[in-house]
């Protein structure tokens, strides 16, 4: 295990962010942490960074103590905050630099650094513009550039993509994967059930304070979604007909089409549409809808969990 967190408690003055959470994360790994605001997600990262003390719990890093050993744990971790902490009026190659002098690299190692980071993160064109004259997009690659100069084996990213348009996000999702893809492990936080289920090999779904359920976002889905529904229209004139046909199956009718809940959808369709296709009756559309990790937070939580925000 490369992280392994047991039991971690911490509180503000008024406010217990953390409730005793214990998780592990394996090398290589992709492991997320799903919640909606307040969950704890930044707390417990920057706890994990060494940025924040705690109150009670231990934290290890590749069997380190987090605060034993914080020197040799602090060259393992590149974190790439919620706010970037870039300067502005500062060029990126500049923020590159005075990131590459926090871990002694050599001006040799610098370079190499900046120029391999800069192809891999698209940022060749943008090096010697000042940080507060790029888009959030660029600003985020920029900042995950400096975290990544000491090369290190763990990332934390904490909301990477929060406030991006739909492209841009996945170019960043891209990224990640090619990050994943060379090795590293890494820890994403998100309220994003999208980005937890397309990135994460596992996910934690916190919630004030707590871990409610981890697992892969399959085993989640299954075992805490609402099911899969089949969703088989036909024409008018054929819907009674195709309910009797579909009969094992109980469909309802709703809003003029037949849907079929069941666990595992995908096993029952050619059985299901040689069913009506033997009687001669044509489906308009066969549509199978699958539970996501919403349905899960809503599940476990009794709460929705919207982009930026739980109501
Ligand atoms: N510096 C602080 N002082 C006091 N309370 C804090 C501080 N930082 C966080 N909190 C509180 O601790 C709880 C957890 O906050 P945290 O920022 O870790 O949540 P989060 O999951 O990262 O939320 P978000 O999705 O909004 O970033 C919240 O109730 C928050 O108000
Ligand atoms: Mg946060």
Redesign the pocket.
Known sequence: MIITIENLVKS??D?V?LKGVSFQVEKGEIFGLL?????????LMEIICGLRRFDEGKVTILDMDIEKEADKVKGLIGFCP?ETLLYRYLSVRENLVFAASLYSLSSKETKERIRFLAKFLGLEEFLDKRVEKLSGGMKRRASLAASLMHDPEIVILD?PTVGFDPNVKREFWELIKQLHSEGKTILL?T?NMEEADALCDRVAIMDLGKIVALDKPETLKKRYGSGAVIHVKVKGSHVEKAAKLLRRWKPKLEDGELKIFVKDPWKLMPELSSTLFGKGILAEKIEVTEPTLEDVFLNLTGKRLVEGEAV
Do not use: D, I, L, R
Request: negative net charge; glycine residues 18%; aromatic residues 6%.
């Open positions: 503000y003055e406010v962010a919640g909606p605001n307040g969950a704890g997600k930044t707390t919620q909301e936080s309220h």
